[in-house]
């Protein structure tokens, strides 16, 4: 894991998300004790439990993207999960223990990608003599053949095969066909239908082992029989046991789980209220204090991942989570409300901000775009107003007014003339003003 501070980290976010100060202050506090924790003395470690963290906020405003982006930069074991997928244990559906089995299947594609990089340079070399076998087999020999005959045939293939070696290593032969040896893994017919991740505990490694591995026969060309022999080899020259211990360590220790969603689990009273619902919170409760899951890799103790939740709380309000389940969210942070400011930075700033995207987009079409400064204030000054006259949705009104500006010339495109556009604050007006200023049209429309 990298130990970023939690100044660095603030950084890092701050290249996507523009303000949440609060909440990203929050996620990277929390972050950065983990690695403190990871620091400290068997006795003490056992004891510092992670402070889980409670994001409320409105829709639209980042929540979800804090944590995507959280993902990306810490490298610990991370799933984000919707609250709403969930039923309490005996429904249909998801039972809530399958996220700590997600988070584990997370963890071992860590560790297996680290494993992998550390045999690369042994498999790549057994790969190339694996290859090497196909393209030129060695010679047979028969009894009456005489020693010198063999010595001598050994010797030219010797030197067939370095020459082969050669060519290989210059990509001369990518386009040559061997034929390969492939395993095929058998996936039972009754299991297919249903969701893999959804068989309980270890019925699919144990249908893997009962059912005979068949093999089958393929010819494929140098290139791609490269790139599978690697594959084979890196598969032998790690160890899964050794893999599947590592990332149950890594999920229990760094394991961060984002729950996304969390209001929509509260069961509004009165309303025919899910009686499902209020059983997702109750079934959390103990997996959030720590408890044991069984998964195919083995037991996982669920007391220090980390959980982030995050709901907008447009109806319910955190107090009307269970209490118990309050308690084991002790760190509130809100977000706020977007302004019109705000607009202007998130369409110019983040790395990937609307505006360079679509850029990026047309200029596939050899098409330069151009917006001005009054184009952008303009812009985020509808989408301010709109949010404010229908529904407030936050930045992903930006998305609908951005795609309604451009709607024309993302059809015309490929057949311009005009190879630049400048988008102005009168571009913006001619396009928008009419569909903004029509509550009925904005409604539908943007
Ligand atoms: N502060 C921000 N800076 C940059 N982009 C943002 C910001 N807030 C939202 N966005 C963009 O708006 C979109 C929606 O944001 P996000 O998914 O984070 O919303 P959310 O807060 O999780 O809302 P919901 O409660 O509906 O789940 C994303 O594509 C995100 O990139
Ligand atoms: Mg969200």
Redesign the pocket.
């Known amino acids: 894991m990298r130990d970023l501070t939690p100044r660095q980290i603030v950084d890092e976010l701050d290249r996507?998300?523009?303000?949440?100060h609060d909440a990203k202050r929050a996620v990277a506090i929390a972050i950065r004790n983990r690695w403190r924790r990871q620091q400290l003395a068997d006795d003490m470690k056992a004891e510092v439990a992670p402070k889980n963290i409670l994001m409320i906020?409105p829709?639209?405003?980042?929540?979800?993207?804090i944590a995507r982006r959280l993902a990306k930069l810490t490298g610990a074991p991370f799933i984000k999960v919707e609250a709403t997928k969930y039923t309490e244990v005996g429904y249909y559906g998801r039972d809530v223990e399958s996220m700590i089995r997600e988070l584990v299947e997370n963890a071992i594609g860590l560790v297996r990608e680290s494993e992998r990089a550390k045999v690369e340079e042994e498999a790549r070399q057994r790969a190339e003599e694996k290859l090497l076998d196909l393209l030129v087999p060695p010679p047979v020999a028969s009894d009456e053949t005489s020693d010198e005959a063999v010595n001598k045939a050994l010797e030219r293939h010797e030197r067939t095969r370095e020459k082969m070696r050669a060519m290989l290593a210059a990509g001369d032969l990518d386009e040559r066909k061997v034929e390969l040896t492939l395993e095929q893994k058998a996936v039972p017919m009754m299991l297919t239908g249903m969701g893999m991740e959804q068989v309980d505990l270890d019925l699919q490694g144990m249908f893997e082992k009962i059912i005979p591995r068949s093999t089958s026969r393929r010819e494929m060309t140098v290139k791609d029989a490269r790139r599978v022999l690697h594959e084979q080899e890196s598969d032998s020259l790690i160890n899964q046991e050794k893999v599947n211990a590592a990332a149950i360590e890594l999920a229990e220790d760094l394991g961060i789980l984002f729950v996304?969603?969390i209001d929509k689990v509260v069961a509004s009273e009165g309303k025919g209220a899910d009686v499902s619902r209020q059983g997702v919170q109750r079934d959390l409760l103990p997996i959030v204090e720590g408890t044991t899951v069984q998964t195919r890799y083995g037991y996982v103790k669920t007391d220090h991942i980390l959980f982030i939740a995050?709901g907008?709380f447009h109806r319910a309000s955190p107090s009307e989570l269970m209490p118990e389940l309050q308690g084991r969210f002790p760190i509130r942070v809100e977000?706020q409300d977007?302004t019109k400011d705000?607009f202007i930075r998130?369409l110019t700033e983040?790395k990937s901000a609307l505006t360079k995207q679509y850029e990026a987009l047309l200029k596939t079409e050899n098409v330069e775009l151009e917006f001005t400064a009054d184009a952008i204030e303009s812009l985020a000054s509808y989408a301010f107003q709109v949010n404010q006259s229908t529904q407030n949705i936050?930045?992903?009104r930006l998305y609908t007014i951005m795609e309604r500006l451009l709607e024309d010339l993302s059809f015309d495109a490929p057949e311009m003339k005009k190879r630049r556009v400048k988008i102005d604050a009168p571009y913006v007006n001619e396009r928008l003003d009419k569909v903004v200023k029509d509550e009925d049209l904005s409604q539908f429309i943007l």
């Open positions: 996507h998300i523009v303000g949440q906020g829709t639209g405003v980042g929540k979800t993207e996304d969603e995050a907008a977000l977007l705000d998130i983040p936050g930045a992903r």
